[in-house]
C-alpha cells in the first residue's frame, strides 16, 4: 500500500490564482482530512470527509473547499489565493473499522507558498 | 472546549539522557489519546495511541506514554534519548463514535526536540 499519496509536494502561487491539491489514500478509508500547518500553531483542520459525497467544514474551512466523489480522494481547492493561505497542507485519513484501529494516517504534505 | 496543551515549545536533552514531553487535555468524552512524531519536511507518524487498558502504552522507537487521567496528561517519556529522535512531537486527542459522528482530532502546537551530541 503507498498509504496517503498528496500532490504536488512543492507549489508558489501569485495572489488570486487558484488550484487543486490533491490527496488519495488506497487504504479504504472512510474518513478523510484535510489541515493546515503554520509554523508553531499545530495543525488545524479545513475540511474533513466521513465517506464519498459527504464533506463538512472544519476550524479554519474559509478560502477553500472541497468534494468527495470516491473513497479514495479527497482533493482541496483554493479558489483565490490570499498570502494567509501559505502554510503547509497534510491530508490524513482513519478508520473506525479497521480492527479497532483510529488513528490518522498522513500524507507526506504540500508546501504552499502564495506571494 | 476540547484542547491539547503542550507546554514545552523546544527542549534540548544530550544523547542518552532520558526524556520526557508533557501533554495536558480538555475533553468532554471518554479521550483516546495519541503522540505523533514529524521529521522535518515529513508528514506525521503516529508513535503510539491509548484507548483503553493499561494505562502506560508502548510505541514504536522505544517510546511510552502513561495516561493519567486525575491529571488529565498523557505525557511521553524515552529512557534514552538518540540523535535520530531529533524532531518535532504532537500531542493529539479524539473520542470514540459511531461511524456516522464524526470525531475530529484535536492536536497541540508541538515540541520541538533538539538532541546534543
Known amino acids: 500500500n503507498a498509504g496517503v499519496t498528496q500532490t504536488p509536494k512543492f507549489r508558489i502561487l501569485k495572489i488570486g490564482q487558484s488550484m487543486t491539491l490533491q490527496c488519495t489514500q488506497d487504504?479504504?478509508?472512510?474518513?478523510m482530512y484535510w489541515y493546515r500547518q503554520d509554523p508553531g500553531m499545530g495543525l488545524k483542520l479545513i475540511y474533513y470527509?466521513?465517506?464519498?459525497?459527504?464533506?463538512d467544514k472544519g476550524e479554519v474551512p474559509n478560502g477553500y473547499n472541497v468534494s468527495r466523489s470516491t473513497t479514495e480522494d479527497f482533493p482541496l481547492r483554493l479558489e483565490l489565493a490570499a498570502p494567509s493561505q501559505t502554510s503547509v497542507y497534510f491530508c490524513a485519513s482513519s478508520s473506525l473499522m479497521t480492527g479497532g484501529t483510529y488513528e490518522q494516517y498522513f500524507g507526506p504534505g504540500t508546501r504552499l507558498t502564495v506571494t | 472546549a476540547q484542547s491539547v496543551t503542550q507546554p514545552d515549545i523546544h527542549i534540548t536533552v544530550s544523547e542518552g539522557a532520558s526524556l520526557e514531553l508533557r501533554c495536558n487535555y480538555s475533553y468532554g468524552a471518554t479521550p483516546y489519546l495519541f503522540w505523533y512524531v514529524q521529521s522535518p519536511g515529513q508528514g506525521l507518524q503516529l508513535l503510539l495511541k491509548?484507548?483503553?487498558?493499561?494505562?502506560l502504552v508502548q510505541g514504536i522507537k522505544g517510546f511510552e506514554a502513561e495516561f493519567k487521567r486525575s491529571q488529565s496528561s498523557f505525557n511521553l517519556r524515552k529512557p534514552s534519548v538518540h540523535w535520530s529522535d531529533a524532531a518535532e512531537y504532537f500531542c493529539a486527542v479524539g473520542a470514540a463514535g459511531s461511524l456516522y459522528n464524526f470525531n475530529k482530532f484535536y492536536f497541540g502546537s508541538g515540541t520541538k526536540l533538539n538532541v546534543k551530541p
Open positions: 487504504m479504504n478509508h472512510n474518513y
Open positions: 470527509s466521513v465517506g464519498a459525497g459527504i464533506t
Open positions: 491509548y484507548f483503553s487498558g493499561d494505562t
